[in-house]
């Protein structure tokens, strides 16, 4: 089945984004990007992969730093005037939003997030950007400045012929409840975190 993609306007605080909604992906997901202005022309366009995040996106969990990092990444495309958001359907790592409050109780009995998601069963990390690079085909983008800390997205989509001529740093959303979690992310997940 071909993938399909349905467009709307949808204005923000930010300003009029376009809406994205793509279906009949190759993971059987619907995810969702946000674009703003030509995103095909030079310079390469400031993308924001982001993977969903209930708690953080929506009610402002700061057991996380991802919903900081998606309105950064959403006012950074603004301030531009061009840029991607991809909103990748891969709640909690990709281990499920039900999944991702077992390894938060876990956590609040003195686990770190790695070790959570092992002794649940699953990879440290169960994402697969590929997925990613097929939404910036879709869009007819090719090459990206990429805002993340987290090298495996700038390999996953350079693997997919996508690519990165600037990995930009996304810093946003560090608060005492998120300390731990950050250190982890750095020490065992790989982030370029300070
Ligand atoms: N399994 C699990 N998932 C979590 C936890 N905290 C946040 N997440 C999920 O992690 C994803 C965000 O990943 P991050 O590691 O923060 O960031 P990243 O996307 O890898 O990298 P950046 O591009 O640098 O932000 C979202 O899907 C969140 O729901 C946790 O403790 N356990």
């Known amino acids: 089945m071909m993938p399909q993609t349905i467009n709307a306007k949808l204005p923000t605080q930010w300003g009029e984004f376009t809406i994205h909604a793509l279906e009949k992906m190759p993971d059987g997901k619907e995810h969702i990007a946000l674009s703003m202005g030509n995103i095909q022309s030079d310079p390469p366009v400031l993308v924001r992969i982001h993977s969903e995040c209930?708690?953080?996106?929506a009610f402002a969990s700061l057991r996380c730093d991802c919903g900081p990092q998606l309105e950064a990444a959403l006012e950074k495309i603004a301030t531009e005037g061009r840029g991607i958001l991809v909103y990748l359907r891969q709640e909690g790592r990709g281990i499920g939003l039900v999944n991702k409050i077992k390894a938060y109780a876990l956590q609040d009995q003195?686990?770190?997030?790695?070790?959570?998601?092992?002794?649940?069963?699953?990879?440290?990390?169960?994402?697969?950007?590929?997925?990613?690079?097929n939404i910036l085909d879709i869009l007819d983008v090719k090459k990206v400045r990429l805002m993340t800390n987290n090298p495996r997205k700038v390999s996953a989509l350079e693997t997919a012929n996508i690519e990165v001529v600037e990995r930009v740093p996304l810093k946003f959303g560090r608060n005492p409840?998120?300390?731990?979690?950050?250190?982890t992310k750095?020490?065992?997940?790989?982030?370029?975190l300070d």
């Open 110 to 133: 003195g686990q770190d997030t790695v070790e959570a998601n092992i002794n649940l069963g699953f990879k440290a990390d169960q994402r697969d950007f590929t997925i990613a690079a």
């Open 54 to 57: 209930l708690t953080g996106d």
């Open 186 to 192: 750095h020490g065992k997940l790989g982030h370029l």
């Open 177 to 183: 409840h998120n300390e731990a979690y950050l250190l």
